[in-house]
């Protein structure tokens, strides 16, 4: 794909030298592999390196509560969609379901349909985003632990990580701190891994004090869970500088099939369409994450059910005397008092699988929150392998 003189422009504009925009084109030119991580390629990580301690099997019946999947799947007005389609599946778009899709979430979320960027899941935005607002002189800020952060090597940004509070929120006024300079403020909102929220007005500090040409993105993947975060699409509407990610993957029970969006200002939008991924959204994602957004019901009722197993587990771990965060998300993370890895490696062996360990807190691990039976069967694993 040869890179295209507004784009070099663009990029010369954040303080990229010609000879970095050389070697970018290079690397868009030549078609080559891009890196692109997200919470299927990280779990994925983690899952092969359990998998090798146990010599590449899984025990029959594994429970995976391991990458935040939903394990309710799509709802019933969203698979009556996929069926639908599904036949005319020859087709890239028989029906017009990308203009489907984005008005209906325009509609939902109170924008225009030309803030919408219809995107397989919220991974591929984000991935755009760090391409399009970072550079070797524009940062890209976040919290620690926090998701993602890996800035693609051929675009040469960096990272600046920033703990969080006390509280597990973001630390805005550290973040701002450690980067004034900062291309893009990320915001994962509740955050991954820790489940927590947020408040409003940190992102509002933010927006007032970040370079003028920065942008706050706010990660909202998981937000149909929690009972307290506030999505920030208002923000969009009324023209901030603010990226919005969405996915269907995690309430919505889609992870396989794929669908996202990003919603910001058309401007915005289009310095991130020039870094494309793998980011196709299939026909069969489409309509049924289009039929999702319509039933208005399901995020509410899904958050009650995932509320309700959540809470169930935390009881069950406050008897124990085990830490862990106060989550508002369909995960949380325990404290192990060992290396994460070693304890989630001990789980495996009795038929639970469960997740990552992130390097800030190397004894604390994230576990997923699966049906009730599923956690039922964690609880008796995890009697044995914490005593």
Not at 286 to 307: D, P, Y
């Amino acid at each position: 794909m040869p890179i295209a003189a507004k784009q070099v422009e663009h990029l010369l504009e954040k303080g990229f030298s010609r000879r970095q925009v050389h070697r970018i084109a290079a690397v868009l030119a030549g078609g080559a592999a891009l890196p692109f991580y997200n919470e299927y390629a990280m779990a994925q990580e983690a899952e092969t390196r359990l998998r090798r301690s146990t010599r590449g099997t899984l025990p029959p019946g594994t429970v995976r509560i391991s990458s935040n999947e939903n394990p309710l799947g799509p709802c019933k007005e969203g698979l009556e969609a996929l069926y639908k389609v599904a036949p005319f599946g020859g087709r890239y778009q028989p029906f017009g379901e990308t203009s489907a899709f984005a008005e209906a979430v325009a509609e939902a979320e109170g924008v225009k349909a030309d803030h919408v960027m219809p995107t397989a899941g919220s991974s591929d935005p984000l991935h755009r985003t760090t391409c399009a607002f970072t550079s070797p002189t524009r940062s890209w800020t976040m919290a620690d632990p926090g998701y993602g952060g890996r800035v693609p090597s051929y675009i040469g940004g960096k990272v600046v990580r920033v703990p969080l509070r006390a509280d597990y929120s973001h630390d805005v006024e550290a973040m701002v701190k450690a980067d004034p300079n900062a291309g893009a403020y990320y915001v994962c909102n509740p955050n991954n891994p820790t489940g927590t929220v947020t408040a409003r007005k940190d992102i509002d500090f933010l927006l007032a004090h970040k370079k003028p040409d920065a942008v706050v993105v706010v990660d909202e993947a998981y937000i149909h869970f929690s009972d307290s975060a506030q999505p920030c699409n208002d923000l969009v509407a009324a023209g901030k500088d603010v990226v919005v990610l969405r996915t269907f993957s995690k309430a919505y029970g889609m992870a396989g099939l794929r669908a996202g969006f990003a919603l910001a200002r058309p401007d915005l939008l289009a310095k991130m369409g020039q870094f494309a991924s793998s980011g196709f959204m299939p026909i069969t994602g489409l309509a049924c994450a289009t039929a999702s957004v319509k039933a208005r019901h399901v995020a509410a009722e899904r958050r009650a059910i995932n509320k309700r197993v959540r809470e169930n587990t935390f009881e069950f771990l406050e008897k124990k005397g085990v830490e862990f965060i106060k989550s508002e998300t369909n995960f949380f993370m325990i404290e192990a008092k060992r290396p994460g890895g070693d304890i989630a490696k001990a789980m495996l062996e009795h038929g639970v699988m469960i997740g990552r360990v992130w390097p800030i807190w190397p004894t604390k691990v994230r576990i997923s929150v699966g049906k009730q039976e599923e956690m039922d069967k964690f609880k008796i694993a995890f009697d044995q392998v914490w005593s």
